[in-house]
């Protein structure tokens, strides 16, 4: 092939490259934003960089640098030199906004879920788990033994699930049903948005202990206490009895096909006639098209995402034959997969015994 025959990168294929690999940067800068409490420090008006700086303790020419930055990220608008004030996508790392992602932006910046992140080659040659190789043990025994990560994860989880809790209830025909287990529940945001919206509803929330720590707050804010219980235990070993429809958000994700196989086989040994399983996780399309509508309004995160479980958990993201699979495997019978309104890029799986 000749030099003649090599097209010329555009400038847009040229600016792609560039801001990919600036992205760990802005990754960091986000992350400085959240540990500085800029957002909080700006708040609803506009603010001079010199106050900010003043009030977080900073000197006025690096807080005016790092405003900037975050400006250029979209985060913030400068309106006059040195002159801030907050953009709709930044209110979103205030701590008391009612979608909140400061604690999901401060899980998923920390070094110890990137640290892994410098092996993904490693894991792409071996197939390997990079986080187990780098701090000798799993990501979930980690947190057990470090409780403030653990903390910041269930918070970070519990807002991911913001959109999801919001879209779901009205998704699925919850009215079949008269008790609903949340498998792997964590703070019960997803459940209790399911049960605020179906009053005839009772529910459990099943997870670790360390999983539940949040959980008690949870239903008592929604006043569900009277119709919902929490209860420990191990996925792999059993699920509780009693409910007619169980519920599985962003759990399979986390393991092997063997693993998950094992959860879904524990849910339907104490399946009722006519019950159900209803997995809510994104469904990868067979082919990547960035065109595609789900791909567009995903901006391709999943696809990261699935990397993630293969540094840090060893789980991985699916398509929809690989959930049929999943699910014929544990003895249970794919029903329908449909994307979830609202809560892109997830989709529910809803399975029967029958």
């Known amino acids: 092939m000749s030099k003649t025959d090599v097209r010329a990168p555009e400038a847009a294929d040229a600016e792609l490259v560039v801001r990919l690999a600036f992205g760990s940067m802005a990754a960091q800068t986000l992350r400085a934003a959240v540990r500085l409490k800029v957002v909080e420090l ?21 807080m005016t640098r790092l405003l900037r930055a975050l400006a250029g990220l979209g985060l913030l608008a400068e309106h006059a030199p040195d002159t801030f004030s907050l953009t709709p996508a930044g209110a979103l790392l205030d701590p008391g906004h009612p979608a909140s992602l400061t604690s999901f932006a401060g899980m998923f910046t920390d070094p110890t879920l990137l640290r892994a992140w410098e092996h993904l080659d490693t894991s792409v040659r071996t197939g390997e788990i ?43 025909d919850f009215g079949r049903f008269t008790s609903v287990t949340d498998v792997g529940g964590g703070d019960g945001t997803l459940l209790a948005g399911v049960l605020d919206a179906h009053p005839a ?41 009693g409910s007619d429809l169980y519920l599985i958000k962003s759990v399979l994700h986390d393991w092997t096909d063997d693993q998950a196989v094992t959860i879904l086989g524990h849910c339907r040994a104490v399946l009722p006639p006519g019950g159900r399983v209803l997995i809510v996780e994104p469904v990868l399309p067979e082919v990547v098209d960035i ?32 959930f049929e699979d999943l699910c014929r495997r544990a003895g249970l019978t794919p029903i329908s997969i449909t994307p979830l309104a609202g809560a892109a890029p997830f989709s529910l799986i809803e399975a029967s015994a029958d």
């Open 42 to 62: 700006v708040g609803d008006a506009q603010r001079r960089a010199a106050d900010v700086a003043a009030d977080a303790g900073t000197a006025h020419q690096p």
């Open 201 to 241: 509803l009772t529910g459990v929330v099943f997870d670790t202990t360390d999983g539940l720590a949040d959980t008690p707050r949870t239903l008592e804010r929604h006043g569900l206490t009277e119709r919902c219980s929490t209860a420990a235990g191990d996925f792999f070993h059993a699920v509780p009895k």
């Open 130 to 172: 990079a986080f187990d190789a780098v701090f000798g043990t799993d990501f979930f025994r980690h947190l057990g033994q470090h409780p403030e990560l653990s903390a910041q994860f269930n918070a970070a989880m519990s807002q991911a699930t913001g959109a999801t809790a919001a879209a779901l209830p009205h998704a699925f």
């Open 291 to 322: 065109h595609a509508e789900a791909d567009v309004t995903d901006g391709g995160t999943t696809y990261l995402t699935d990397l993630n479980m293969m540094v840090n958990v060893g789980g991985r993201e699916r398509t929809r034959k690989d």
